[in-house]
């Protein structure tokens, strides 16, 4: 059974840095392999954050968190670095895996092409 487990949400004060965690339990990283975090603020749109897949040459990111925000990867944990956080960081953060082909650096935030969910971590940032 794959799961995803996030991990390191809480609270952090304007301008300082947070590291969250995604344990990948039985996903396989080989052929199309691809994780991203995304977040969701109340009455906002989920939102890709950042991307690591074996297709792409590197990760991507949102261009509101780019220079802020690194994803990484060390075995079965995604780690998403934020620092330089920001009050418009708070949002619920969510690691998402896909096994498709589909997901492309043209595509990669296309929430749909995802087929395994976390329960995602709450990040708040106070101002």
């Known amino acids: 059974q794959v799961q995803l487990v996030e991990s390191g949400g809480g609270l952090v004060q304007a301008g300082g840095s947070l590291k969250l965690a995604c344990t990948t339990s039985?996903?396989?990283?080989?052929?199309?392999?691809?994780v991203t975090w995304w977040r969701q603020a109340p009455g906002k749109d989920r939102e890709g954050v950042a991307c690591l897949s074996r297709n792409f040459r590197g990760p991507l990111y949102g261009d509101s968190v780019k220079g802020r925000f690194t994803i990484s990867r060390d075995g079965a944990n995604v780690y998403l670095e934020m620092r330089d956080v920001r009050p418009d960081d708070t949002a619920m953060y969510v690691c998402?895996?896909?096994?498709?082909?589909?997901?492309?650096?043209?595509?990669?935030?296309?929430?749909?092409?995802?087929?395994?969910w976390g329960q995602g971590t709450q990040v708040t940032v106070s101002s």
């Open positions: 998402a895996a896909a096994t498709t082909p589909r997901v492309r650096t043209t595509t990669w935030n296309w929430s749909y092409l995802y087929e395994l």
């Open positions: 039985g996903f396989t990283w080989g052929g199309d392999g691809t």
